[in-house]
């Protein structure tokens, strides 16, 4: 199985300066170039799917099959139910079987309130920051069992960390054992999770599974604003002083194949230069972060094999 990868590609204009049509184009490229079966973007492919009809018609009807998993902030400006619709996904979390694969894509994107879990809709979450970023019962229920009833090994994708033990999902635990309860009943039933959102690159291999933290397509988020950028582009756009960007796209070719005597996992991933040269430490923030990754302009190629 041999798939096109990228995330958190932020089509907003007039907000955000990496994510264009252009880009698109050029990753969608990429896609033809290698021949994949299908691309997946793990989160943020924008900030409201109902204020741009046209990008996402764009990405949906390109004539290699296109899947999206929601990021936080896709429900910015649409709620969850139209996002949903308009991404042409079959629902919130749902799976799909390619070349003797399962994708397995999940959603995070929860706020757990007095017990209760509430997806994401309307930028609710923003006054809820240390009560969000769960995977509800129902959903873990639910990828229990679809981990279980499938023939082929899975791959798992969400915009939020299971890897991470801070800042990811906060019942990360619960997936893992979800995770590792299938490959000690039948090994390599997972093989790979991926996520996005933190804008970061990174690989580890846990528990016989490989985790892959994928960066950005387009920049990364700074705390602290800065003002190296030109005037006449940041009167344009509103975060261009509160980003470092990439010059070009960031996506990553990734092929899985079961040899019969373990899982071969093949990323061609990709590198760019920093926009202007301005880097996140030329801004006064720190190049790291909270888990120690550094800010890089770049997908990393790797070689895996799980015996």
Sequence with gaps: MKFLLFSDFHYYPDYFFGGTFEKLHQIQKRAEDENVEFIIHAGDMTHGASLHPDFVKEYNDFHIPSYNCLGNHDTDHTALEETVKLYNMPGDYYYFDVNGFRMIVLNPNMIKLDGQYIKYSMGNYFAHEAKRDWIDPK???????????????????????????????QNFEEVRNVINDANSIKPHSVVMCINGHYHRDFLRILDGVAYFDVNSSSFDWLPKEHDLYPKEETDKIVYMNHCVHYN???????????????????????????????????????????????????IMSANITLG
């Excluded at 079961?258 to 230069?273: P, Q, V, Y």
């Design 139 to 169: 959903q873990l229920l639910w990828l229990k069992n679809t981990i279980a009833s499938s023939e082929h090994p899975c791959i798992l994708i969400s915009h939020a960390s299971f890897e991470r033990e801070t800042g990811g999902i």
């Design 248 to 298: 070009d796209p960031l996506s990553a070719v990734v092929t899985i194949e079961n040899t019969g005597f373990g899982i071969k996992i093949d990323i061609k991933g990709s590198e760019s230069t920093f926009y202007r040269g301005i880097t996140r430490e030329m801004t006064g923030n720190v190049k790291c972060d909270d888990s120690g990754r550094p800010c890089t302009a770049k």
